[in-house]
């Protein structure tokens, strides 16, 4: 069953065109990696889906609702983690917990006292003397011990430390393993590779790619690195061929990968390190300019020798338009970024 399904979206600020005709789904159950460079489209896709903004054009079906008409009692089956925390200043951590649970009914006491004792948050200070850190603390804590079917984080874990960010993993995979669903965006992608079952990747306002990070991997070059008693010139069919001594790295199609392992045996091995792509190269090689959909798919182009260029992974190129107008429904509850902000 579809949680999120999501046909066409747009959405422009003024001139600028945020989203231009997104498609997405997501199922009952998954932890879902959002994930795209700065001004790629995610803060915008998921004010649409909270109900916060107005969409210009497509379809959006939020939990069987529509987001904007059906906002009130769509809320009340949704958790949500904005990427900008600002909790009322004069309030300790402890009522903002409560305030923002009590919003999708009583908050379970016991699962309240868990998560403050799991995250190590200390909830009687005022909010205003919260770090950071603290202060995302207070929201996730607050969106973690509500009963909701489906959560919506928007770099939830920003300003937390790696063994809070731990915590926060394992709570997550808690909630899946329950049937709930899992919206995800991060810009920390070794977080969404642990964690999520399938990824979409946006990019100036479009999907680049989606699916599940294994079939992604699995239809993507194989990164090598190895190292030869004799010095290797080249080898046949790979790509982003270098050499440094006798050590050499490239990327191969999986069709070409026996082919080439085999050419290196003649210059003596001596190691060899074979893995697939991490979700960095895939999502550096959508970003890359090429305009190719995957990180080296089999066939996107040509094999080559020599650094990477444009177009091949380890290069960025990024544009993102900037302009002001735009409207929203709401402010957020507890920070998100301004209404009708310019950025
Ligand atoms: P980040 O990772 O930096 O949060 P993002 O992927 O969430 O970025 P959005 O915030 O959705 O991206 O922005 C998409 C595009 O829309 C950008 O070009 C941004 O400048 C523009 N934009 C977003 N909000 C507004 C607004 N309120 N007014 C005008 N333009 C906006």
């Known amino acids: 069953m579809s949680v ?24 009952q159950g998954e932890i879902h990696g959002f994930i795209g460079m700065n001004g790629a489209g995610k803060t915008t896709a998921i004010r649409i889906l909270l109900g916060l903004l107005r969409k210009d054009g497509g379809e959006v079906n939020l939990l069987g609702g ?8 769509l809320h009340k089956r949704i958790a949500y983690v904005p990427s900008e925390i600002n909790p009322w200043a004069n309030l300790t951590g402890g009522e903002v917990i409560d305030l923002l649970s009590r919003l999708r009914g009583k908050p379970d006491a016991k699962r309240r006292a868990e998560m403050i004792d799991r995250f190590q948050f200390d909830p009687r200070k005022k909010c205003r003397g919260y770090s950071k850190g603290n202060r995302q603390k207070v929201v996730l804590i607050a969106a973690l011990i509500s009963d909701a079917e489906l959560y919506i ?31 995800l965006s991060s810009h920390i992608l070794a977080e969404v590779e642990k964690l999520c079952d399938r990824v979409t990747i946006i990019k100036e306002g479009q999907i680049v790619e989606t699916g599940s990070l294994r ?10 690195h190895a190292e030869c008693v004799k010095p290797v010139k080249g080898i046949n069919g790979v790509y982003g061929f270098q050499c440094d001594g006798n050590k050499v790295s490239f990327s191969v199609d999986p069709s070409s990968l026996n082919a080439a392992i085999k050419e290196l045996t003649e210059y003596e091995m001596v190691s060899l390190h074979c893995a697939p792509p991490e979700l960095e190269d895939l999502f550096l090689h959508y970003y890359s300019g090429s305009g190719e959909s995957a990180g080296g798919k089999p066939g996107s182009d040509k094999p080559k020798s020599g650094a ?13 338009g900037e302009s002001g107008g735009g409207e929203s429904r709401n402010g957020e509850s507890v920070g998100g970024k301004p209404r009708g902000e310019a950025r």
Do not use: N, W
């Open 215 to 224: 079939e992604m991997k699995q239809l993507s070059r194989s990164i090598v």
């Open 308 to 320: 990477p260029k444009s177009g091949e992974p380890g290069s960025i190129e990024h544009r993102s």
């Open 4 to 27: 999120i399904e999501v046909k066409g979206l747009t959405k422009s600020y003024g001139k600028t065109r945020a989203l231009c005709g997104i498609d997405l789904s997501v199922k």
């Open 66 to 73: 529509d987001p904007f008409r059906d906002c009130v009692e």
């Open 153 to 183: 984080l928007d770099e939830p874990t920003s300003g937390l430390d790696p063994l809070m960010e731990t915590v926060f993993q394992d709570c997550v995979r808690e909630l899946a393993a329950q049937g709930k669903t899992i919206f």
